[in-house]
């Protein structure tokens, strides 16, 4: 069994409403049987309050924990450094951990993951749409509330500024689920 991602913009009054509407339709496109890939198989959501500011500071500290790594594996004799050992590494500061073996190949691609990163970090502005905001928790941070395909789902108010129960706003579902 694997997990699907998804992402569903739902307008409603409240975010528990537009949950519920973008279950109902899933449930209405994909069936009620189960491991759909959608946000049908969620029975919660989480909101989701970070700003890109917040997301500037994630990075910064991957990129702190990732040249820490890098400047360990640069010391290490190479016939005692294993890949193991730095996915281990990686693993403590939640970067996905795709690297070689061998200690050049180790050091060249965490090298290249700190330049994505901090390009990444760079672009990091407010009038970047939150999809991306979405996207970005959940692919480059692994985030630990919506990574889980049988946890809830993460919602983003679209309209944070409008209140009121009178007037519609838009909501963004995202995650993981079962397919």
């Not at 209405?28 to 500011?53: C, L, N, P, Q, R």
């Not at 790594?69 to 403590?92: G, M, N, Y």
């Not at 990574?147 to 209140?163: F, H, Q, S, V």
Request: glycine content about 6%; overall charge positive.
């Amino acid at each position: 069994m694997g997990a699907n991602d998804f992402m569903n913009m739902v307008s409603a009054r409240s975010a528990e409403e537009a949950f519920h509407l973008a279950r109902e339709n899933a449930q209405y496109e994909h069936g009620h049987g189960g491991y759909t890939g959608t946000i049908a198989e969620k029975s919660d959501f989480v909101m989701i309050e970070d700003t890109w500011k917040d997301l500037k500071i994630r990075y910064s500290k991957m990129i702190k924990g990732l040249s820490d790594i890098i400047k360990w594996v640069s010391s290490s004799p190479a016939k005692q450094l294993t890949r193991e050992q730095v996915v281990d590494a990686l693993r403590a500061i939640n970067l996905p951990y795709w690297i070689r073996d061998g200690k050049t190949f180790i050091l060249e691609d965490l090298r290249k993951t700190i330049k994505n990163l901090r390009a990444e970090r760079d672009s990091c502005k407010p009038s970047l749409p939150l999809e991306t905001l979405a996207h970005r928790l959940l692919y480059t941070f692994n985030d630990s509330r919506v990574r889980d395909k049988w946890g809830p789902a993460g919602c983003i108010d679209m309209d944070p500024k409008l209140t009121g129960k009178r007037k519609e706003k838009r909501f963004l579902f995202f995650g993981l689920a079962s397919s």
